[in-house]
């Protein structure tokens, strides 16, 4: 812990619990680093395999360091965080915290704040930093897997403590301290975390100097497999017709995500979650969802409802999906709003990977509602208007549960085949062609039928330098493209290569 972690007058305190363990954090507002840290559980598994085995406890480092309610950990722990830096000769100024009277009365006044007199500010400040180490903990330490009965939990945290305060090479460093080898493998993959950190901003750098908007929002060739040149899609009769629907707080692609649902024609899945910004209030009007963060409670038309961590709402939601065979996503308006918003989320916990292995792809029934029915025949294409007028029916709109499960009646009435499916991650694959869009030898209209294809322009490369033009003509033609498209990527290739 350097000076400069530490000499910090405000400090955000940021907390996570579960029912039996819980961390804690104190977080310097001027440099974002954590200054320190604490971990309570109640749980020690060598404690628990022998009691249930009714024989008596071996001699052993126990685990246990916490032995009263879940409610006292949060106290204790903000004053032992306190404490520790007060014997280390570092004051605390402001300490940005939820509205606890527990917490601030149990705050020790001596020798820790200016004049023995404490200040505790509430919901001053952003957390966004907070956020983002609870985050990250819960990469290192998910919920779904219990780490509270070992010394395990306390090295997850810390581990997540030293990515935020070190960055992504963190791991190379412990091992040079320690006189261990650092690793090749682990210094290459901390570099290309950090590159492609570096990479991210500087795509949206030159997006907001070129005036294109859908091109820097998603990290370019990450989660793509550039190795194997996809085959032209066919239906085999194995597909899952899965539909799926988010609420959001907002109408931004970065909004955070309050509802995500999903129906396959026998299960519904269905999950409130608790966002981190706050809802609006055109979008709260529509979908009758509020969120009280005072007492991290979520309301649907007024009535409590359970809501939960993002993490754990995609990771069921994954599991949900791997147990289809061959998923296809079906969703009103997907494309331009629920997959680039789940795909932001996917992303920032690390899950996109993941969840592109059981994505077979999707299909937009929006595009099939405007093939099939004209605007004057029907008014418009919005999901409440068909199910009105092909079923006959009225439902709540806008209820993510509801929504899917009358769109999957709608698939009826549908129409699609092969050409109407898409890759899950085709922002990816047309954020690929941005330099030759910019440098005007492909359309964006192009480029998105490339993308929908499942073809990026590493493939279309290695098709290239595989069998030059005849390896891109085979590629493209097999896609349906004609000649000219042909033409436009050999001259492309072919003066990269001089």
Known sequence: ????????????????????????????????????????????????????????????????????????????????????????????????????????SRLPHSNIYPMGKPFLETNLGSTQSNESFNNSVASFAPKKRFYGGTKSLKARVSSSVMQKNEGYGWLSKVNK??????????????????????????????????????????????HIDTETIPSKMKFEGEE???????????????????????????????????????????????????????????????KPVKSRDIQIVLLEFIDFISKKKKPILFGHNIASFDIPILMNKLRQHSLLSEFMLHIYGCIDTIKLARRKFKTKDIGNHKQQTLVTKLLGVEYDAHNACADVTSLYQLLEHFEYSEKDVFPFNSALLIDSYIPLIRASRITKLTARRLAHSGLCLKHLQLAFNRDSENGLKSILLEHGFIAKTVTSFTKYFTCTEE
């Not at 007060?86 to 300490?95: N, R």
């Not at 070129?210 to 370019?220: A, N, S």
């Open 1 to 104: 812990m350097t000076s400069e972690v530490v000499n910090n007058k405000d400090l955000f305190y940021t907390v996570r619990f579960e029912v039996i363990v819980g961390h804690a954090s104190l977080i310097g507002v001027n440099t974002g680093k954590i200054v320190e840290f604490d971990v309570r559980t109640r749980n020690c598994s060598i404690c628990q395999y022998h009691i249930g085995k009714n024989e008596p406890k071996p001699p052993h480092e126990c685990n246990v360091n916490w032995t009263g309610s879940s409610k006292g950990m949060e106290p204790d722990m903000a004053c032992s965080m306190i404490q520790r830096l007060a014997e280390d000769g570092y004051t605390v100024g402001t300490l940005h915290a939820d509205n606890d009277a527990t917490t601030q």
């Open 240 to 302: 899952s017709v899965v539909v799926f629907d988010l609420e959001t707080t907002g109408l931004s692609r970065k909004s955070d995500i309050t509802q995500l649902a999903a129906f396959d024609g026998t299960t519904v899945f269905n999950e409130y979650v608790s966002p981190r910004e706050a809802i609006s209030p055109k979008v709260s009007e529509k979908t009758g969802l509020t969120f009280d963060f005072s007492c991290d409670q979520m309301y649907h038309h007024g």
């Open 177 to 222: 301290k320690s006189l261990l080898s650092p690793g090749h493998l682990t210094i290459l993959h901390g570099i290309e975390r950090i590159e492609g950190s570096k990479k991210l901003k500087d795509n949206q750098r030159e997006s907001v100097k070129e005036g294109d908007t859908y091109g820097g929002e998603i990290e370019v060739q990450e």
